[in-house]
């Protein structure tokens, strides 16, 4: 292993060779020797690593490396209060003072204190701290509420198909489960003892001489086929053929999505049995759950967006039709009905979708950007950019929230500049100040009352 002297000549050596060849800059000086890093005996002339991995610390001539630059002298024409600890502690001094770890005492000024919480900075400081303000602008302010939903039916538009009377499937038209149909479609042949039997009692009754000129004889008879569901087109065919038909066609009762097939050929459908279910999806009702606390800025006719996760990009807008009076106590949430048109059946029963309501105003209010409002709990503020590098604290009252703004109801006035950046650091500057000024009164001689001496000092004259 070299020894250290011939380490130092062998790197002056080569110092004195690359000066020759290629003159060194003031400012990058070059490296006598390279030491390792843990302070152990070791030295390399080339730069190295230890075992494991760290690099060797090059070691510079005093001569070679520049002076760092000498700090500035507090300005004689400004009024210094007292000195501060330059690592933020609460520690002052009224002279000039070190640390333990030989840094000075940092100066405050009279022009940088204010009973009202101003703070002036430098604009090194302001530009190094990433300050940015901007003014407090009049704007509409869009609040939007999001929340999750999933598709259903309207109850008010599903039908069902079922037997009022024992009867017997002749024949099921082509017709499945899933297909669309309209109303009047048929749907299947159906014979009935008891719907055959009201058949020809109608027709004998407007056959009769005798009833056919009775109005209530005839109307008698057709209430029964009527309350035995025969459809409307059955009976005007009888009253147009004057025949009993062997079996009845039953249609569709309205356009829609056939959501239920029961009906086969040649079964028996007993009183009550749902052959068909026939739902229209033309319009359809959004089921949406909303938070307790944003019950109260919804109201009925609202119009909602609702956007489906199967059709991303496309929206669909409804209205709210109702707002359920029950509330979930184990989500906090409400129920909330969205009735939205369904044109071209695109909606599905059961479908997931995101609904978005807009409750802000469209009037504009007093806004400003939500990175500027600081809250600590109690309240809320923000911080007033007076120029010149002055900032002053500014209790303000927010109200609704939304695209990255907030409302401001009191507190400030349009134009207004408020900070948005870095404001934590100038309101913690503030408070370090707030602070270092309420001990450096409380520490101060001057501060002491003169009762308390004058107390004392009576205390030991009348021991």
């Not at 002056?12 to 060779?17: D, K, T």
Request: with cysteine; hydrophobic share 40%.
């Amino acid at each position: 292993m070299f020894s250290l002297r011939s380490l130092r000549l062998l790197a002056l050596a080569g110092l004195c060779f690359a000066s020759f060849a290629f003159p060194a800059t003031a400012e990058q000086p070059k490296p006598l020797y390279y030491r390792d890093p843990s302070g152990a005996p070791n030295w390399s002339a080339v730069p190295k690593k230890t075992v494991d991995g760290r690099d060797y610390l090059p070691v510079y001539d005093d001569a070679a490396v520049p002076a760092p630059p000498k700090k500035a002298a507090p300005d004689p024409s400004r009024k210094i209060l007292y000195y501060r600890n330059p690592m933020g502690l609460p520690d002052t001094s009224p002279v000039p003072k070190k640390d333990s770890m030989g840094m000075d005492y940092v100066p405050v000024y009279a022009d940088e204190q204010s009973d009202d919480g101003t703070v002036k900075l430098s604009p090194g400081k302001i530009q190094r701290s990433g300050v940015v303000s901007e003014p407090v602008m009049r704007q509409p302010l869009h609040v939007r509420i999001k929340a999750p939903g999933v598709i259903q039916l309207d109850e008010r538009r599903v039908s069902v198909i079922a037997m009022r009377s024992e009867s017997f499937v002749e024949k099921v038209a082509d017709v499945t489960t899933g297909s669309i149909v309209k109303a009047g479609q048929p749907l299947m042949q159906i014979y009935s003892s008891a719907i055959a039997a009201a058949s020809a009692e109608y027709l004998s009754t407007i056959n009769s001489k005798t009833t056919s000129g009775v109005e209530a004889f005839g109307r008698g008879s057709r209430q029964r086929l009527v309350n035995l569901d025969v459809p409307d087109q059955v009976i005007a065919d009888m009253d147009r053929t004057r025949t009993t038909p062997v079996s009845v066609q039953w249609t569709a009762p309205r356009d829609g999505v056939v959501l239920e097939r029961n009906a086969i050929e040649g079964m028996r459908a007993n009183v009550g049995d749902v052959l068909f279910r026939i739902a229209d999806i033309s319009l359809v009702w959004a089921l949406v759950e909303l938070p307790e606390r944003d019950l109260g800025r919804i109201a009925q006719g609202q119009k909602v967006t609702i956007r489906a996760r199967a059709f991303p990009g496309r929206n669909f807008v409804g209205t709210i039709a109702v707002i359920y009076p029950q509330l979930n106590r184990d989500t906090r949430t409400t129920r909330v009905r969205i009735e939205l048109a369904n044109p071209d059946m695109k909606l599905l029963p059961d479908m997931y979708v995101d609904a978005d309501i807009d409750v802000g105003g469209d009037g504009p209010v007093l806004t400003v950007p939500e990175s500027a409002v600081l809250d600590n709990g109690e309240h809320k503020l923000v911080l007033l950019d007076k120029g010149d590098g002055r900032f002053a604290p500014r209790d303000v009252d927010v109200g609704q929230r939304g695209d990255g703004r907030v409302e401001i109801t009191n507190g400030l006035t349009e134009g207004d500049k408020v900070v948005t950046s870095a404001n934590f650091l100038i309101d913690a500057e503030s408070n370090l100040r707030a602070a270092l000024k309420g001990f450096a009164a409380a520490s101060s001689p001057a501060a002491q009352p003169e009762s308390t001496t004058q107390d004392h000092t009576a205390m030991g004259d009348h021991q």
